[in-house]
């Protein structure tokens, strides 16, 4: 290498790729999609959707999400075609939900990644609960590619009962990740504190817990069960509570990225108690849903998102005050989102501000990083 040369930069791996795309979606065509629903803009057609809205929550930026979570360091000419295919289904579906193109890319994407991680998932799985990952996965994908046959489905409620079902797919995502991440993370910091967490695998718990969600998954689309779904629904959320009360979070001291997590874990038991007494109910559903995708999803998305980055910038604790301060904007968000569903007033927008100022924190993060990255390599 000649005197001055700077040494060859590695590509970027898929977790840098997706969560910086992920982040960017969230902090600009999510909250405008709220602007779109509330009149607050106009031109937007697709966005004014609510469908359309839960498709780019659920399928476009959840699932981004999840490839740089489970693709990882992975490097290479496939995750670069990899995320220009998600690019290219987030364009053709806002610019044409209904047609062939959005379907076709959007179902491509699914099926690509599907098919390198469902394989490697079921191969590495020694336990039937630890063959939920690829299971659950599998079901995220299929409903991706299935989306848009709900609309041609004859039934008018098909396309809502899609929403709900794939939002308690990820619902049953996050209990299952929550335990893999959450769990051994507040293990070994009561460790350091001279502590012990004996209630950390709890696998019976789980095993019920997995079983609970794949049952609301299941029945939450039949309108014959509505009571059975509900009681599903309302069971993982009692045990999910459970759960993450044995996890003792409460003892931590110093680590607010994992009482961070814990919100977002505590905000999906909440949820999927709420989901199951608004179904049964029959109203208020889209509601509780928000406090799944919006308190859970949102919060303990972000929390791993950023938590991963500020430990790419060697911080410790990781990212305190940052992760701390998305995690409070999220959750002002998800109580101003149900504000708007229970009072007239500007609480959408404020929610959505609210909302877009977490990731635009969290974008932030990431730029950063890699400034920084970028010099302590040159």
């Known amino acids: 290498?000649?005197?001055?040369?700077?040494?060859?930069?590695?590509?970027?791996?898929?977790?840098?790729?997706?969560?910086?795309?992920?982040?960017?979606?969230?902090?600009?065509?999510?909250?405008?999609?709220?602007?779109?629903?509330?009149?607050?803009?106009?031109?937007?057609?697709?966005?004014?959707?609510?469908?359309?809205?839960?498709?780019?929550?659920?399928?476009?930026?959840?699932?981004?999400?999840?490839?740089?979570?489970?693709?990882?360091?992975?490097?290479?000419?496939?995750?670069?075609?990899?995320?220009?295919?998600?690019?290219?289904?987030?364009?053709?579906?806002?610019?044409?939900?209904?047609?062939?193109?959005?379907?076709?890319?959007?179902?491509?994407?699914?099926?690509?990644?599907?098919?390198?991680?469902?394989?490697?998932?079921?191969?590495?799985?020694?336990?039937?609960?630890?063959?939920?990952?690829?299971?659950?996965?599998?079901?995220?994908?299929?409903?991706?590619?299935?989306?848009?046959?709900?609309?041609?489905?004859?039934?008018?409620g098909a396309p809502h009962a899609l929403v709900a079902a794939v939002v308690l797919l990820f619902a049953t995502l996050m209990l299952y990740m929550g335990g893999r991440i959450i769990a051994p993370a507040i293990a070994g910091q009561l460790y350091r504190q001279g502590r012990r967490l004996e209630a950390r695998v709890?696998?019976?718990?789980?095993?019920?817990l997995l079983a609970c969600g794949a049952a609301a998954v299941a029945l939450i689309a039949l309108p014959g069960l509505r009571a059975a779904a509900a009681a599903a629904a309302i069971a993982a959320g009692v045990l999910a509570l459970v759960r993450m009360g044995r996890w003792r979070f409460w003892a931590l001291r110093g680590r607010?990225?994992?009482?961070?997590?814990?919100?977002?874990?505590?905000?999906?038991?909440?949820?999927?108690?709420?989901l199951g007494v608004a179904h049964a109910w029959g109203r208020f559903e889209t509601a509780a849903i928000h406090l799944i995708t919006v308190g859970a999803l949102g919060t303990l998305t972000f929390t791993v998102m950023a938590t991963l980055w500020a430990a790419q910038a060697r911080r410790s604790p990781p990212g305190a005050v940052a992760i701390t301060s998305g995690t409070v904007l999220i959750a002002a968000s998800t109580a101003l989102r149900l504000l708007g569903a229970?009072?007239?007033?500007?609480?959408?927008?404020?929610?959505?501000?609210?909302?877009?100022?977490?990731?635009?924190?969290?974008?932030?993060?990431?730029?950063?990083?890699?400034?920084?990255s970028g010099v302590l390599r040159q």
């Open 202 to 208: 709890q696998p019976r718990l789980e095993a019920v």
């Open 1 to 156: 290498m000649q005197h001055g040369a700077r040494p060859q930069q590695k590509a970027p791996a898929a977790y840098e790729l997706f969560y910086a795309a992920a982040a960017l979606y969230a902090a600009t065509v999510l909250p405008a999609s709220v602007l779109a629903m509330t009149g607050a803009v106009a031109g937007l057609p697709t966005l004014a959707d609510p469908l359309a809205h839960a498709h780019e929550m659920l399928l476009g930026f959840a699932l981004a999400v999840v490839a740089g979570n489970q693709l990882g360091v992975a490097r290479g000419h496939f995750v670069v075609a990899l995320l220009l295919l998600w690019v290219l289904a987030r364009a053709a579906f806002l610019l044409a939900p209904a047609s062939l193109a959005a379907a076709a890319a959007n179902g491509a994407f699914a099926g690509a990644l599907a098919w390198r991680m469902v394989p490697r998932l079921l191969g590495a799985a020694k336990k039937w609960r630890n063959k939920a990952l690829p299971a659950v996965l599998a079901g995220i994908c299929t409903a991706t590619a299935a989306w848009p046959l709900a609309h041609y489905a004859g039934a008018p």
């Open 342 to 372: 229970l009072f007239p007033g500007p609480w959408l927008l404020a929610s959505a501000a609210c909302w877009s100022a977490a990731f635009g924190l969290l974008l932030v993060m990431f730029w950063r990083t890699r400034r920084r």
């Open 256 to 274: 607010p990225d994992l009482l961070c997590l814990c919100a977002g874990y505590g905000w999906l038991g909440v949820g999927l108690v709420a």
